[in-house]
Structure formats: structure tokens, C-alpha cells
């Protein structure tokens, strides 16, 4: 029987760079970027190490309830000097199922307002196309993510976003979601307030010009891991706008045209 050789014949040893960053969660401490202490770290290394993380957390208990799109508006791009979109996973950690977000139990986090799909049914495959989305989702509703890298000052390159899971921390989901296709998702208007204070609005457009296109995208990728997404899922597209700061006594709220509002609060 042969057995998987050690990965330091490779020099890579995605099993360290998963506990480099799950021990950042555990810690509440921000740790340097990945990039810079490797030679090279490939996208399809970062999402190795990002399976890993995957595989941990299941292995502990949580539940995989869906995935995120990461860095999919100009907004988002131009605030993290990353300008490909990228992709996570989302557990039944991340969903909150209050509006309150307990501060200490983050590095520091951010908030960002979302376009969530909730999917009705299994999407799969290369040529996935925003159309199928539509039809495989049963509501899209507003949301609110709370964002956390595991990196000093919230820095990171690409594939140093991948390995941290997209920066996922948390996720409150709107309750006012819509049918699909009754309206043109394109056009939906979003304004993000901190405190009563607008900082951005946005329309859904931000996202890829469609954010079904973006969910689209998410079935591709996962496509070339022999993945897809399954019914039942929760998809975050991305946040239109660039994301704030959020801390104890904090309220974000995200005021959508269609979808109503969601808000969190810093605890
Ligand atoms: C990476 C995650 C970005 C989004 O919606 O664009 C993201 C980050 O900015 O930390 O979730
Ligand atoms: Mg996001």
C-alpha cells in the first residue's frame, strides 16, 4: 500500500497554513500575511489550504450551509487592491441568528451589505449560466456580512484571501426576500448606514453587472473541484459597497428597495 507522501517533499504543507489561521480565529489575533514567508503559493495551493479549514471545522461539528463570492463589485476591488473575485464557504456558524454580533469573539471586523440567494436547487457544471441561477433560486434577500481577515491590518494578496475562507465571520440574512425573477435584480438600490450615517449606495448592478452572474461563477469554480451547489444553500454574491469598520456599540444597516432592511449591532 503506498501512503500520501509527507507535503515536505513539496516544501507546501497546507495542514500548517490551516491551523496558522484557524489559531488566528481561536486567538482573536491577527497573524502576517502567508504571502512573503512561502517561495510561491499557487490560487489552487490557497484553496487547498482553504479545504483543509473546511474539512476541520466540519470535522468538529459545523455544517456547511452554502459558499460566498468575495471581491465581485469595483467597490470591494478598489478598497482591497485585489481585483479577481474569489470564493468561499459558509457554516452554520457563520449565520446569525439574531442581530447581535459578539465583538470579542473577532480579530476586526468589518460589515459590508450582501445579495443572498437562497437555492432551491442543485446547480452544477462549466456552462451554468445566470439564467439557471434564477431558476434554481427560490428568494434573494438582503443581507449583512460581517467580514474578518485573520491578517495584520486587513491586508492580503489573492491567494492569501483564498486560504482565510474569503475573510468569512458571520452573515445576518434578511427575512424580506423576493421571487427571482420579479424584479430586475440589476437594479435593486442598496444603502449601507454605520450609526445612522449613510457611507455608500449601490445598486446590484455593482456586482459583475448582475449578481446572479456572480452566483453563476461560484458553479463554475466549484465545478473544477468536482463541486456544485446544492439545494438548500445559502449564497452571499458580495458586497456592492466598500466595507467599515464595526465594533462594540456599532449598528450597520443595509436599506434595500426591494428587499427591505437588515441590521447588525457590535456586542
Ligand atoms: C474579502 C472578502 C470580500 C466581498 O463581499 O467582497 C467579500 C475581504 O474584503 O476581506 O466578502
Ligand atoms: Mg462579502
Request: net charge negative.
Amino acid at each position: 500500500m503506498s501512503s500520501t507522501p509527507p507535503s515536505t517533499t513539496t516544501g507546501f504543507d497546507p495542514d500548517r497554513w490551516a491551523s496558522y489561521l484557524m489559531d488566528a480565529v481561536e486567538r482573536r489575533s491577527e497573524v502576517p500575511a502567508i504571502v512573503g514567508q512561502l517561495e510561491a503559493l499557487s490560487i489552487d495551493q490557497a484553496y487547498e489550504i482553504q479545504d483543509t479549514i473546511l474539512a476541520r471545522r466540519v470535522a468538529a461539528g459545523e455544517k456547511v450551509v452554502g459558499a460566498k463570492l468575495g471581491l465581485t463589485s469595483k467597490a470591494k476591488q478598489e478598497q482591497m487592491g485585489v481585483s479577481e473575485p474569489a470564493f468561499g464557504f459558509l457554516t452554520d456558524r457563520t449565520i446569525l441568528d439574531s442581530d447581535d454580533v459578539m465583538i470579542a469573539d473577532l480579530v476586526h471586523p468589518r460589515v459590508e451589505p450582501e445579495f443572498v440567494f437562497l437555492i432551491g436547487e442543485d446547480l452544477e457544471g462549466p456552462s451554468v449560466t445566470a439564467d439557471d441561477v434564477l431558476d434554481a433560486t427560490t428568494e434573494v434577500c438582503g443581507g449583512i456580512e460581517v467580514i474578518d481577515s485573520r491578517y495584520e491590518a486587513f491586508k492580503f494578496s489573492l491567494v492569501d484571501v483564498v486560504a482565510d475562507n474569503t475573510s468569512e465571520a458571520r452573515c445576518r440574512i434578511g427575512t424580506q426576500g423576493i421571487s427571482p425573477r420579479s424584479k430586475d435584480l440589476a437594479a435593486i438600490t442598496c444603502d449601507f448606514e454605520i450609526d445612522g450615517t449613510r457611507t455608500a449606495s449601490a445598486t446590484g448592478a455593482a456586482l459583475l453587472g448582475d449578481p446572479a452572474a456572480c452566483v453563476a461563477m461560484l458553479v463554475h469554480h466549484l465545478h473544477r473541484f468536482g463541486r456544485k451547489v446544492e439545494a438548500g444553500w445559502t449564497i452571499l454574491a458580495g458586497a456592492a459597497t466598500d466595507a467599515q469598520p464595526f465594533g462594540v456599540g456599532t449598528t450597520a444597516r443595509a436599506l434595500y428597495s426591494e428587499l427591505g432592511s437588515v441590521q447588525v449591532k457590535g456586542k
